[in-house]
């Protein structure tokens, strides 16, 4: 390749839709600015295709900014502009009551995400990675749903906060300060905990099945297919690559990978709104991928073989799972969702891993991966992996027969916009994607793997849970009855689902009480949060005999001066 | 006088020589007095930067400095690098406020007398600045905490003489207890000059060590006041009655800067490693820790626009207190740098109160739905300082939570991670909700089609110079790599400050 771009190219190529934000807060420019989105992206891609390896250190930015487009990051930038200008493209602009406020922090989410690939010191990437996020809620919350847009926001601060707390160690170790491992226990559990919220890990995933379910398509497809994967991208970027400090969490890490494969998919079935599915779907999904960075905990040799893994696989299931979201969308305002089944069975035998498919691939790479794995994980992964698989059969079954049997709006009065001709471009788009990347990806690895998947021994490996999964799928669809009882029996955030409730009958409540309050005069305190109350108060009425100390001490202060004085003079 | 030497006694003169100027003009000539105001603050703002240089170029030991001698200890003043940055951060936000506060002031009484103190506070601000020891610190340090007085209770309202008491109640007392650790630290150890890295005799720690466990007490019980420390804060929520521009440069920058200035200086250049060996500032950053948690616990509950934001500076000094307590140059450049960050940050946010108040009376958080669509403006830049000081990049907020993050590793203190986690939790949970309110939710039908057709959204004096501080805010953040930014210049300092 012939190496005449700077590597800072890189950054500044994935910062270009900060252009297109700032166009959408200018009034002259703003009609402008909303028919750039879709191509915003692309400097980005072309970038990742032509900036040459290496890095550069901005010094003047910020905390100083490392620019490293190394291997790793040059996919998830690629997969990243690929998805993002899809969902751009897709976005409906009649869609949002206020476009131009919509496609400025569509813009600015897009930037974040795109630059975070482009840089690897602590600081920078915690940079992008919020701006990512907090830019996100307003287009979670452009759907109209606050409750899910609340959900949204509080694991994302919680998230930022972590993440923050665990980069503050691992900049101390940047800096050389902390003589230890890159990262001591602590920071571990913090950067997993951080990165475990945005790819929705057991226990920390209440936000995503409501915000996939909440936001309009094109943001569900670019949260699901891009931004989570910048989960991923920091687990890999931050974990001990390779070091015995991580060696103690691996087996945790594969245990909490294992249950969410296995709870996404339990749960997922239940579900009776095929976005919501979707959403069960990639915590499971996720799962897989936890578990082969798990693996590259627990055996430090395995960690360059898991970080292929993990990114070969958020590749296949970012692209699959964005062509998802959005054939969802299109199936949803199409005249017949018929058709549109055919285009979403492609990523959705993908995601179940079948031959021929880039799933197929994928697992191939993860099972390599997995393969390293030390003792007992090692035939407990053979074992439960394909059972995994059957697993996102039965889901993806699921979420096409949501999708086939769903009504059309009772009301003549609320049809929905029928898709764009641009929109169904980008759908198509994204399905030739899934359809052909892994089998022509550049890296020698994948393209070994896509090579052994096409072995008679591997087509059987990865037709058997497949089958079995449609087997099973079909059984349930005849019993009928038996098995509808469990539609709908867990909410949507399940755990969560009464801690949501019960945020939002506090916010409601609270907004009652500030209505009534507004007539009265200005209140000292607001009318304070229902849990929140004794701790506020016993905070307040400690202020308040603070004063009565103050003026306590005043007394004892002028007399402690005049005794002092008195024995300067003595 | 050397040019150093006019830069210095300028920096200090000017502000006074504008406030007797404008006493001397009375309350009717506004015209001259806005003149002579503005003209005072540029002055400054060139006398500041001069001092600023001269501090740049001098290595630590060879401080250029004015003195005049007075008593037998001295009185004088010096520019080094702290102090100059407090001084430029004073200076710069004077001239700003100056532009803001002829617009927030033009329909007030009393304006003599506000101008008028207010230079005098300013001046007294960046005397402490400038101080070269601890007597003329202690000085400049009680002509501050009087001249404040007249501009808390302005209005001259209840609320605001009430105000006004709880104010004196808390400062005087403060004073004695800084007047007396000064005597007392005059007996043991003599005349007490700044030195960077400590200046008290290391052997003092085996001959005096109780005696100066009880001076570091009395001196920080002193500052502590004005840097709103748990638990002398108590007179900062209730001093919010004064108007939006004391608010905005004294009770987020001036006044309250000085404390955690004092308390800067007491730390690394007093005491410098003794404290550590003393364990008094472990103790220090602890109760620092603690504010930080409280102060945000606090400003959740408030509907108060101004309390809201009073209560988050008692926890955001706090975070330069820490920064200086940690035994850590990169903890303490944190603290430093935050000193100019939170300046910028606040003093917009305050601003932004002002002007709200005035264009569309509203007070309360719970009145600003949809105000983002009414004054876009004041508010993008309101929810710029905000995010900063919840410590959200690229604005400078992040920057010295980073420095601090880092440097609190570095200093073996892993717990404050803990506290700067909760804190942005906290802070989001109670800025976060204003945003929302401001840009998410629908605005009242009169604020929903922005401002009234061309016309600007509000006072131009007041909106300017807000939009000016919340660029700075961004600035510092984004270019802090710059050699000339607060963070490097920090950074500069902390190594000085810590040679041990």
Same mark, same amino acid.
């Given at each position: 390749m012939v190496t005449i771009l700077p590597v800072w190219m890189a950054l500044a190529a994935a910062l270009v839709p900060l252009l297109v934000a700032a166009g959408c807060a200018l009034p002259s420019t703003r009609i402008f600015a909303r028919r750039a989105l879709p191509f915003a992206a692309l400097p980005a891609l072309a970038a990742a295709a032509l900036v040459p390896e290496g890095s550069v250190t901005i010094s003047w930015l910020m905390t100083g900014v490392l620019v490293d487009l190394d291997a790793t990051g040059r996919v998830f930038l690629a997969l990243s502009a690929l998805v993002w200008t899809a969902a751009a493209l897709y976005a409906p602009p009649r869609a949002s009551s206020r476009p131009t406020w919509f496609a400025g922090w569509f813009a600015l989410s897009m930037a974040g995400n795109l630059a975070l690939c482009c840089v690897t010191d602590p600081a920078a990437f915690y940079t992008f990675f919020a701006m990512m996020a907090l830019s996100t809620y307003a287009l979670v919350s452009s759907g109209g749903d606050r409750s899910a847009g609340r959900a949204y926001m509080v694991f994302t601060v919680v998230g930022e906060a972590f993440l923050v707390c665990g980069l503050f160690i691992a900049g101390a170790a940047a800096l050389g300060v902390d003589p230890g491992p890159v990262l001591g226990p602590v920071g571990i559990g913090l950067v997993l905990a951080a990165f475990g919220i945005k790819i929705g890990a057991v226990g920390l995933h209440g936000w995503m099945p409501v915000t996939y379910a909440a936001a309009p398509a094109a943001v569900a497809a670019a949260l699901a297919g891009s931004m989570s994967k910048a989960g991923v991208l920091g687990l890999v970027r931050f974990l001990? $690559? !390779? +070091?015995? $400090?991580?060696v103690a969490f691996g087996p945790v890490v594969i245990a909490f990978g294992l249950a969410a494969a296995f709870y996404g998919a339990a749960v997922g079935v #239940? +579900? #009776?709104r095929p976005k919501v599915v979707l959403a069960y779907s990639s915590i499971s999904q996720f799962g897989l991928i936890t578990v082969a960075l798990g693996v590259g905990l627990a055996e430090p040799v395995a960690w360059l073989l898991a970080v292929a893994a993990a990114t070969a696989y958020s590749v296949h299931h970012g692209l699959a799972k964005a062509a998802l979201f959005i054939g969802e969308d299109i199936a949803r305002r199409a005249r017949s969702p018929r058709p549109i089944l055919l285009g979403l069975a492609l990523p959705s035998l993908a995601l179940a891993g079948a031959p021929l498919t880039s799933g197929a691939v994928a697992k191939l790479v993860l099972k390599e991966a997995t393969g390293l794995a030390p003792g007992p994980w090692h035939d407990a992964l053979e074992m439960l992996l394909p059972l995994a698989a059957v697993g996102t059969t039965l889901l993806m079954a699921r979420f096409l027969y949501l999708v086939a049997t769903r009504r059309a709006p /009772?009301? $003549? !009065?609320s049809t929905v916009d029928a898709p764009t001709p641009r929109g169904v471009a980008a759908w198509l788009l994204l399905l030739a994607a899934v359809a052909v990347t892994l089998w022509f990806w550049p890296e020698t690895g994948i393209r070994y793997a896509a090579e052994k998947s096409l072995t008679a021994h591997y087509l059987w490996v990865a037709s058997w849970p497949v089958l079995a999964g449609i087997v099973a799928a079909a059984v349930a669809w005849t019993a009928g009855n038996a098995t509808s009882r469990f539609a709908g029996v867990l909410p949507p955030s399940d755990v969560y689902a009464p801690a949501l409730a019960w945020a939002d009958r506090l916010v409601e409540r609270r907004d009652k009480a500030v209505r009534v309050m507004s007539s009265a005069p200005a209140p000292a305190v607001s009318p304070a949060e229902e849990r929140g109350r004794s701790l506020l108060e016993y905070a307040g009425a400690l202020e308040t005999g603070l004063l009565a100390w103050a003026t306590a001490a005043s007394a004892l202060g002028a007399l402690a001066v005049l005794l002092l004085l008195l024995a300067m003079r003595g | 006088m050397t040019w150093e030497t006019t830069a210095l006694v300028g920096a200090v003169g000017a502000p006074f020589l504008t406030a007797v100027l404008i006493f001397a003009l009375g309350e009717h000539r506004d015209a001259a007095r806005s003149r002579i105001n503005l003209a005072g603050a540029a002055l400054t703002v060139v006398a500041v930067v001069a001092a600023a240089v001269a501090a740049r170029a001098g290595a630590p030991d060879a401080y250029p400095s004015a003195g005049i001698a007075l008593l037998d200890i001295g009185f004088s003043l010096r520019a080094d690098m702290l102090g100059a940055l407090f001084a430029v951060v004073a200076g710069v936000l004077w001239l700003i406020t100056t532009v803001y506060a002829i617009g927030y002031m033009s329909? /007030?009484?009393d304006r003599a007398r506000f101008f008028g103190f207010f230079s005098v506070c300013v001046g007294s601000a960046i005397g402490i600045a400038l101080s070269a020891n601890l007597l003329t610190f202690f000085v400049f340090y009680e002509v501050l905490t009087l001249a404040t007085y007249p501009l808390v209770i302005h209005s001259g309202t209840p609320a605001a003489l009430k105000g006004g008491r709880t104010y004196l109640t808390y400062a005087l007392p403060a004073g004695g207890a800084l007047a007396a650790g000064v005597v007392w630290l005059n007996l043991i150890a003599g005349p007490v000059e700044f030195a960077a890295g400590g200046s008290l005799d290391p052997a003092l720690a085996s001959t005096h060590p109780g005696a100066l466990i009880a001076i570091f007490a009395l001196l920080i019980l002193g500052v502590g006041v004005k840097a709103a420390l748990f638990p002398l804060h108590g007179w900062l929520p209730a001093a919010m009655v004064a108007p939006a521009p004391v608010s905005s440069l004294l009770h987020a920058v001036a006044v309250v800067k000085a404390g955690v200035f004092g308390i800067a200086r007491i730390v690394l250049e007093v005491y410098g490693p003794l404290g550590h060996e003393l364990g008094v500032t472990q103790v220090l950053a602890a109760l620092a820790g603690f504010t930080i948690i409280f102060g945000s616990v606090r400003a959740l509950a408030q509907d108060d626009f101004k309390k809201r934001l009073a209560f988050s500076t008692v926890a955001q000094l706090s975070y330069i207190t820490l920064g200086v307590a940690l035994a850590s140059p990169i903890a303490i450049a944190g603290g430093i740098a935050h000193l100019a960050h939170h300046a910028a940050m606040k003093i917009t946010m305050f601003f932004t109160a002002g002007a709200v108040s005035e264009e569309v009376k509203a007070y309360r958080v719970s009145e600003f739905d949809g105000l983002g669509r009414r004054m876009p403006l004041t508010m993008t830049a309101f929810s710029l300082a905000a995010i900063g000081i919840v410590g959200v990049p690229p604005v400078a907020g992040f920057t010295s939570k980073w420095l601090l993050g880092v440097g609190s590793i570095d200093a073996g203190s892993g717990w404050v991670i803990a506290v700067l986690g909760i804190s942005s939790v906290l802070n989001a949970a109670y800025f976060f909700p204003i945003i929302h309110r401001a840009w998410f939710r629908t605005p009242k039908p009169e604020w929903a089609h922005g401002p009234a057709a061309g016309k600007p959204e509000g006072d131009m004096r007041m909106i300017v110079p807000l939009v000016m501080t919340a660029a700075i805010g961004l600035a510092m953040g984004l270019l802090a790599g710059v050699a000339l930014s607060p963070a490097s210049w920090a950074q500069t300092v902390a190594a000085w400050e810590f040679p041990w």
């Open positions: 001990p $690559a !390779g +070091q015995e $400090a991580g #239940t +579900q #009776t /009772a009301t $003549a !009065g | 329909r /007030a009484s």
